[in-house]
């Protein structure tokens, strides 16, 4: 796994405003002020086209948690698997027709993440090595200063909802998901 991780990594607008229509649709827009208010920041109101210091993510995320009473290791991942479907949206022009999960996550890092890095220098997606065990089963080492791997473990239920294998897909960390490197195992059934 990679050794050194950049000191700043900015978070894009896009996350920050799908974070606040996720707290809308769950909640309420009074509970998304509440929580901006809670975090410390003088607006909730992100530019899809700008970055953001991933402090203002950690800040609206941890005040989430405190509001709910939920981890937020938990909070991390719904969030994950709610942001799937428009990511989908995105970078449909980047997805071949004849993939499944597994295809999916395997041409992430070179499809989607490459994409994202062109359009803005400053975007700063997690670094995912994947390796492809079998046909059934791959690793996702993910690397991020971010340390958000639940959310990751989060958008591969979410792809495997995506691609209607929920049921078959069984996503497992192998390490602590809180670290700025974390394995995740990825096995569909084949049954």
């Known amino acids: 796994m990679v050794d050194s991780y950049p000191l700043l990594t900015p978070v894009h607008g896009t996350i920050f405003a799908l974070l606040k229509r996720y707290v809308q649709t769950q909640y309420d827009h009074s509970t998304w002020l509440r929580l901006v208010e809670a975090a410390g920041l003088e607006s909730g109101d992100f530019s899809h ?3 953001y210091p991933d402090e203002q ?48 996550l395997e041409h992430t890092e070179l499809t989607m993440h490459a994409q994202v890095r062109r359009e803005h220098s400053q975007n700063a997606p997690p ?27 989060g958008i591969v239920r ?29 096995r569909r059934n084949p049954f």
Request: hydrophobic share 45%; glycine share 6%.
């Open 49 to 51: 086209k700008d970055v």
């Open 57 to 104: 993510m950690d800040a609206l995320v941890g005040a989430a948690a405190g509001m709910t009473g939920l981890p937020v290791a938990e909070l991390q991942e719904r969030f994950g698997e709610y942001l799937v479907p428009d990511l989908m949206y995105m970078y449909q022009k980047l997805l071949q027709p004849h993939w499944n999960t597994l295809d999916m």
């Open 127 to 153: 670094v995912l090595n994947v390796t492809r065990l079998s046909v059934h089963e791959l690793v996702i080492d993910y690397v991020s200063a971010r340390r958000m791997g639940p959310l990751a473990v």
């Open 158 to 186: 979410g792809v495997a909802r995506y691609y209607d294998e929920a049921d078959l897909i069984d996503v497992t960390p192998t390490t602590s998901e809180d670290g700025q490197e974390v394995r995740i195992r990825v």
